[in-house]
């Protein structure tokens, strides 16, 4: 047995090993759940929070891809109802795509912003995420939510992220849609705003601040 010093272990790393754990169990919960049939409770959850936990299981891939991760997020500010081991899967996967996306590239950013939004009366979050990849193809994006529809090369994806993701979405009472450009792709997740809870925690009071940078 290989004993590490004490000291190696800070307060940092500690608490990455707790989410960790966390992260784990949060998703052997869901699976079972789905197995099982079980809908999962919605209840007020914090879209800021959970941009920040879909960063903190998403970060081996930032890092190997060398991406530059822009945050303009606070904690405590937008909350939505639904699902939040759900909206999580749903964040990664959109910064998972992103960062393939710009694997091949020079500049890899990748941008992520909440703005407030209304339609139809209705106030939403609209959750933003940008990179600076290859964009869509034009001949692709009218079935992009497709099942098993992919432009990753054979063998490198399932074609079942961004299917999935719509699907989530939907069930939250929310939509999501992209905007191509000729550089890069912009994926918005829209969730239906409710009232803070009447006990929550300050703005930024841990985690990642709005305005940061983050190179991976």
């Given at each position: 047995m290989i004993r590490v010093p004490y000291t190696l272990f800070n307060?940092?790393?500690l608490e990455a090993i707790k989410r960790s754990a966390?992260?784990?169990?949060?998703?052997?919960?869901?699976?079972r759940d789905?197995?099982?049939g079980v809908t999962e409770r919605k209840e007020t959850m914090d879209s800021g929070r959970i941009?920040?936990?879909a960063l903190f299981i998403t970060q081996s891939r930032t890092q190997k891809n060398a991406i530059t991760v822009k945050v303009f997020v606070e904690q405590g500010c937008y909350f939505a109802s639904g699902c939040p081991n759900q909206i999580e899967q749903v964040f990664a996967n959109l910064i998972s795509n992103g960062c393939d996306a710009m694997k091949k590239c020079e500049l890899r950013e990748l941008s992520i912003s909440i703005e407030a939004e209304q339609n139809d009366d209705e106030e939403y979050w609209g959750c933003v995420f940008s990179d600076t990849g290859d964009?869509?193809?034009?001949?692709?994006r009218e079935t992009v939510f497709e099942s098993?529809?992919?432009t990753k090369e054979k063998g490198k994806g399932t074609g079942l992220g961004l299917s999935i993701v719509r699907g989530i979405v939907h069930d939250h009472d929310g939509s999501i849609n992209f905007d191509p450009a000729s550089s890069g792709t912009t994926f918005r997740v829209c969730l239906p705003r409710v009232a803070p809870p009447l006990i929550c925690p300050r703005k930024n009071e841990t985690g990642v601040r709005a305005g940061t940078t983050l190179t991976r």
């Open positions: 307060a940092s790393s966390k992260s784990i169990s949060n998703l052997g919960t869901h699976l789905f197995s099982r941009i920040e936990d964009g869509i193809p034009e001949d692709a098993f529809f992919t």
